[in-house]
């Protein structure tokens, strides 16, 4: 026999397919098998009631960190894609600045290894551009691509030098591999804590000022020209990029770039409170970058939302705010600050942010299996949340191994209830399954 879900009386939202309405969506062993008011899958059909629920493709992530191989004390590949699940993720995309450094395919084949065992949550691996991060010497893009490596990044570092960022877009060409910036001047961030401007000169820390940020992008727009390879800027932080962006797509560049949901809901005067969990990289700006962001995702300048889970033990955050690594825990939220901070006001529809945190990110990492369709034969690769709950972040444990949350306290609107893996719960009635 095979295994039978229907989602009764659901609303599915799948902006790929442009549907957007309540109806019955039938899934049998790994597939959807039939969508449809009059989709029932006869007996022995276990059938939940999605009344008032969204179904939709199951969201994608293009930044995370997992921290396996080597920092299994702040996250491993398991608790990670447990959190992943329980946001309502199917796909991420981890970060290769673990130790070792995945700057080789047997450290992609570890991660992604591991990520099957748990088998929460698949796992795209990101390839190091440079081998060790370390900025001199490009990795061996072929067999990393080769390995199904769709992303490139020195996430955490820059790539500073401008002839280590040409060769990487030259290369990555020839196997449709994007190059991900994590765009940061070294010379003009040297010693950095927050955003500079009125509020770091208030609070007495020392300050980056927006252009550390755009100046690089600058740089990297043009040499995406020279090159015509494939660039993609990651947590673009402030309004002078997002303007840098639009031009650069104006001209017909292959870029595409992503947001976290705590640029698009922070600001820099919240560390008032010198809460370490807001402490990140890049930092917390003002309000008119927020608001640029925010514009920027709505008409699509920014791609796409992008958590950089960033976790970190207690420890590591409970010290002095100079002293405490940057970072913010991120997937388990996700969702929810999209819909309270974008979508309950009006300036994103529900398609648009379905579409934003999981059919963008799926097309960026050139992912058929995610980001929708969802339709009959198709892998049931899905989210099943519930737009009216409201919670408090940190009330319940969270499912990663880490607490440093940015949005610990806060009234959010919005809840998971069912993930689905390749038609497995992973995550069900807001439990993971594994
Ligand atoms: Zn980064």
Redesign the pocket.
Request: aromatic fraction near 0%.
């Given at each position: 026999m095979p295994s039978r879900v229907l989602f009764g009386a659901v609303r599915l939202v799948d902006p790929v397919a442009g549907h957007d309405a309540v109806t019955n969506v039938l899934v049998e062993d790994e597939t959807i098998s039939a969508i449809g008011r009059d989709a029932t899958g006869g007996p022995r059909v276990d059938v939940l009631d999605c009344e008032g629920l969204i179904l939709a493709p199951g969201l994608v992530d293009l930044?995370v960190h997992l921290r396996e191989p080597g920092f299994e004390h702040k996250e491993t590949v398991e608790s990670g894609t447990r959190a992943a699940a329980a946001g309502g993720f199917t796909a991420v995309c981890a970060?290769p600045n673990t130790d070792p450094v995945t700057d080789n395919s047997a450290v992609v084949m570890e991660v992604r290894n591991l990520a099957e065992k748990a088998g929460l949550c698949d796992v795209f691996p990101a390839g190091a551009i440079t081998r060790g991060l370390a900025g001199e010497s490009l990795t061996d893009i072929a067999e990393m691509a080769e390995a199904g490596v769709r992303l490139l990044?020195d996430?955490?570092q820059c790539v500073q030098s401008s002839r280590m960022m040409r060769l990487a877009l030259e290369y990555a060409k020839a196997f449709d591999v994007a190059i991900s910036q994590?765009a940061?001047d070294a010379a003009l961030s040297e010693g950095w804590q927050m955003h500079e401007g009125y509020y770091s000169a208030m609070l007495g820390l020392p300050g980056v000022p927006a252009e550390a940020e755009s100046i690089v992008i600058a740089r990297d727009l043009a040499l995406a020209r020279l090159t015509g390879g494939r660039l993609h800027v990651?947590?673009v932080s402030a309004a002078q990029s997002v303007d840098l962006i639009r031009q650069g797509k104006e001209r017909g560049l292959r870029l595409t770039a992503d947001v976290t949901p705590h640029h698009l809901s922070l600001l820099d005067e919240d560390l008032v409170t010198y809460d370490t969990s807001l402490k990140v990289?890049?930092p917390l700006r003002g309000v008119e970058d927020r608001e640029a962001l925010r514009e920027g995702l709505v008409d699509g300048v920014l791609d796409a939302v992008a958590t950089?889970h960033a976790p970190h033990a207690a420890e590591d955050k409970e010290q002095e705010f100079d002293q405490a690594p940057p970072g913010t825990i991120g997937l388990e939220t996700a969702l929810a600050v999209l819909l309270t901070e974008l979508v309950a006001p009006g300036r994103l529809s529900l398609s648009q942010a379905i579409e934003r945190l999981s059919v963008r990110p799926a097309q960026i990492l050139g992912l058929d299996e995610h980001g929708g369709p969802l339709t009959p034969g198709r892998p049931a690769n899905l989210v099943v949340f519930d737009p009216a709950v409201e919670w408090t972040v940190g009330e319940q444990p969270f499912f990663s191994m880490a607490r440093n949350s940015a949005f610990a306290g806060r009234a959010l609107k919005g809840r998971v209830l069912h993930t689905m893996l390749r038609g497995t719960f992973t995550v069900r009635e807001g439990e993971p399954t594994r």
């Open positions: 930044h970060m990044t996430d955490g994590h940061q990651t947590h990289n890049p950089d």
